[in-house]
């Protein structure tokens, strides 16, 4: 069985940055994602909704340029998953949401840098403005990809409230060796 991957492949008038999809964002955040419509799904959805199915897989083949993005997504969401477990204590939501707010806005590689660890399936950026919008881009789905995980994590109760510990249906999945083979 393959792995599951983006709907968001076939999509025209995208902006391609390398070989990878910008694609619109219903984010909080500041940056320059295009907005999405506020009734369908994004691909931040689509990570959150496939991550759990998709880290599973031992291989994973790119259909298109999305499926590079939802790849660096998936990766991201693990490590905030590494980040909250982490500790021996569970943490609190704003204990983990200081920890993932920190982690999103934190410097990363993008393809073409040394430390890229997947640089074997991503373009780098044509130029440095390419590079730079790439980015401001992947740093504001970062942060709305961890608002979001976070509200999975620590779901509502019936009074809503935030629940006192991260939920164990997402956290069993922190350590979990899927297609990135980390």
Request: proline share 7%; aromatic share 10%; charged share 20%.
């Given at each position: ?95 983990a949401r200081k920890t993932l707010t920190t982690f999103s806005l934190e410097s990363f590689a993008l393809p073409g ?63 979990r060796k899927g297609f990135w083979g980390s």
């Amino acid at each position: 069985m393959p792995a599951y991957h983006s709907t968001f492949n076939e999509l025209e008038d995208v902006r391609i940055v390398g070989n990878t999809s910008v694609l619109p964002i219903k984010s909080k955040f500041r940056g320059p994602a295009p907005l999405a419509d506020s009734s369908s799904i994004d691909i931040i959805d689509e990570t959150l909704t496939l991550f759990r199915a998709n880290c599973l897989f031992r291989s994973f083949d790119i259909n298109g340029p999305a499926d590079r993005l939802l790849i660096y997504l998936t990766l991201f969401l693990s490590d905030c998953l590494s980040k909250i477990t982490a500790s021996k204590v569970e943490p609190s939501l704003n204990d983990a949401r200081k920890t993932l707010t920190t982690f999103s806005l934190e410097s990363f590689a993008l393809p073409g840098d040394a430390t890229f660890p997947l640089n074997s399936m991503y373009a780098p950026p044509g130029n440095s403005s390419d590079a730079d919008h790439l980015r401001q881009y992947l740093t504001q789905a970062r942060q709305e990809l961890a608002s979001r995980l976070l509200d999975q994590l620590y779901p509502l109760d019936a009074e809503g409230r935030p629940a006192a510990k991260p939920s164990k249906w997402w956290t069993c999945f922190a350590k979990r060796k899927g297609f990135w083979g980390s």
